[in-house]
């Protein structure tokens, strides 16, 4: 069975750009939550999707969205970009959600902010 | 909310030495605990987690972790390590009842193992 998988694993955008990007779960998961990764701040919760519907947000400006399509890929975007944007984002996903369903992290996409 | 404390930022171990990782956690509700590894360039990889039940779980490659309710630790251990083990690690909790915070995991800062000869 194939992983998470996220695209593209690398990305080098100016200031003031927008970035999107995406996230495949694994076959049958229905839950995709988005991390930021920075050597600063660590792992820190931006989103999680379930059946198409935002469910829970972390805190986050409103530059960071995200949504999910019924085949349960995601897609995060990032729009005004800042220096303070480059990070490791780390897409998982679970079977349904919630505590109780592990989840299962891709590789990563590496978004450098010049 | 709650929180992860994971004081040692690198640990330094010889090959085939013994490890232990140290977690500890803050929580007003009762937690899920984990373990996660990251190799370099690499996403996270579950090594363990503890839902209920006896509280010595083990895990993939070796590891081990112990949860102490009275203590709020979730110590990660390994009797020998081997070069591969070189990663960072992650601990990480989330509630246990309904909050509806969802998937929500709150993450320690990270302990990075280097292993040498």
């Known amino acids: 069975k194939a992983g998470v998988t996220q695209t593209p694993r690398y990305l080098i955008k100016t200031r003031g750009q927008q970035v999107t990007l995406s996230c495949s779960p694994i076959s049958g998961h229905r839950s995709v939550s988005w991390y930021q990764q920075t050597p600063g701040q660590g792992l820190q919760f931006l989103f999680e999707y379930f059946s198409e519907t935002q469910r829970n947000k972390g805190n986050f400006p409103g530059r960071f969205s995200g949504r999910q399509f019924s085949n349960s890929r995601s897609e995060m975007n990032v729009s005004t970009l800042e220096l303070g944007d480059s990070a490791l984002y780390l897409c998982?996903?679970?079977?349904?959600?919630?505590?109780?369903?592990?989840?299962?992290f891709g590789a990563g996409t590496r978004l450098s902010v010049l | 909310a709650q929180s992860v404390t994971q004081l040692d930022s690198q640990v330094p171990v010889f090959e085939e030495a013994p490890v232990e990782l140290r977690c500890n956690y803050s929580s007003s509700v009762s937690v899920y605990l984990f373990w996660y590894v990251q190799y370099p360039n690499q996403g996270l990889q579950l090594l363990l987690k503890?839902?209920?039940?006896?509280?010595l779980v083990k895990g993939i490659n070796g590891f081990e972790a112990e949860f102490n309710k009275s203590q709020t630790s979730f110590h990660l251990r390994k009797p020998s390590v081997h070069i591969s083990d070189t990663a960072e690690y992650f601990c990480a909790v989330i509630p246990t009842g309904n909050t509806g915070t969802a998937s929500k995991l709150t993450f320690g800062t990270g302990t990075r193992l280097q292993v040498t000869l």
């Open positions: 503890y839902l209920s039940g006896s509280t």
């Open positions: 998982a996903s679970s079977l349904r959600g919630g505590r109780l369903n592990i989840q299962y």
